[in-house]
């Protein structure tokens, strides 16, 4: 397996710059997921990447040779596509082989090397059955290996379970994570799901209409965010946003949210304050009647139980926050609550900028 680097990689079509200046390097055996909306450029980056796709500019390395003007078969690539692109009239065994029998590999080492990979797949019993009898969570497992099998330099993969109904979307998500692991392969995944991403990644970086907005650990990125569009962006229920007039004092400053007042500790802003800003904070970390240093008041609106947590929806000076409970002690709409968050989870960002403050 290699490492990747790309420089400034930029692409055109015509007006649309759908990867402006992409610059990020992928250690070899890392699995590295772009992560962004639809038409923010994650596809084209990958085709760029193994070829399919002349780039505008910019330099894309495999270890420290430079492949930007390589035909794609000879940059050892191997690519997962959404819809499995599987050969029709060919079996599973058949399917995985293809790529090795064009090598003019021996046909013992050919059989050798797909029966440990349908092996890791789960795909044994499997292997003489064609697409058409195979589920789909079975065939995107068939493309896997097929891409696995020729042991690439690089394993792209675009989106490739978004086909997947969710309960196998998750399994096939597993997989691929056991078997990226096993094999080390240095994998660069496209998905614009963002649970995805965290679950899979060792870093994932994020883009934004073909910018490179952040890239990190999930955790990190999770926690850490560094603009308003990464931490709208990451993490299910979406982060609560709320506009808040900001005071600055010695030790704290107070931030105002329709009409309550917060103290927030002065260390929580390194650079200068802004008299307005947007304040974010997650509903994961917003709790119905908890005790935590900062909290606000708000009327119950909506009561979304999911489960493990209920989601409270709550009007706080008229606007709209959602906040977790224990779903045994729901409480009614149109209740008053309390709503507990500790000040080491509120994120502040400029309202002009969208930079984290
Ligand atoms: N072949 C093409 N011709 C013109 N524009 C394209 C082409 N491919 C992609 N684009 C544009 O480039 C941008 C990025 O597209 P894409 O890489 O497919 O995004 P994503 O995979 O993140 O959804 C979009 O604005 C899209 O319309
Ligand atoms: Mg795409």
Do not use: W
């Amino acid at each position: 397996m290699a490492s990747v680097t790309l420089q400034n990689l930029t692409k055109r079509f015509a007006e649309v710059v759908a990867v402006d200046s992409l610059s990020l390097s992928i250690e070899d055996g890392e699995f590295l997921t772009l992560l962004g909306p639809s038409g923010c450029g994650k596809s084209t980056a990958l085709n760029c990447i193994a070829g399919l796709e002349l780039i505008s500019g910019g330099t894309i390395l495999f270890d420290d040779a430079d492949v930007s003007r390589l035909e794609p078969h000879e940059r050892n690539v191997a690519m997962v596509f959404q819809d499995y692109a599987l050969y029709p009239h060919m079996s599973a065994r058949e399917n995985m082989s293809f790529g090795l029998k064009q090598q003019k590999i021996e046909s013992a080492k050919i059989r050798r090397q797909v029966e440990i990979a349908a092996d890791m797949l789960d795909l044994g019993d499997l292997l003489e059955r064609r697409p058409s009898e195979l589920s789909g969570g079975q065939r995107q497992r068939v493309a896997v290996g097929r891409a696995v099998v020729r042991n690439p330099s690089v394993l792209l993969m675009d989106e490739p379970l978004s086909n997947l109904d969710a309960a196998l979307r998750v399994r096939t998500r597993t997989e691929i994570k056991r078997l990226q692991g096993e094999l080390k392969a240095t994998t660069i995944f496209v998905t614009h799901d963002q649970e995805e991403a965290m679950v899979l990644s060792d870093r994932v970086a994020v883009m934004r209409l073909g910018e490179l907005q952040q890239i990190g650990p999930p955790m990190e990125v999770y926690r850490n965010p560094r603009n308003l569009f990464v931490a709208s962006f990451i993490g299910s229920p979406a982060m609560n946003f709320v506009d808040v007039d900001v005071a600055r004092g010695e030790e704290h400053f107070q931030c105002s949210v329709g009409g309550q007042t917060l103290a927030l500790p002065a260390d929580l802003v390194e650079g200068a304050l802004p008299d307005k800003a947007v304040m974010g904070i997650r509903p994961t970390d917003l709790m119905v009647g908890a005790e935590r240093d900062l909290s606000l008041k708000g009327e119950v609106f909506l009561v979304e139980p999911v489960g493990p947590v209920t989601y409270v929806d709550c009007d706080v000076g008229g606007m709209a926050v959602t906040a977790v409970c224990d779903p045994d002690n729901a409480p009614v709409i149109g209740a008053q609550v309390g709503l507990g968050f500790s000040s080491s989870r509120v994120y502040l960002f400029d309202p002009t900028s969208e930079q984290r403050l």
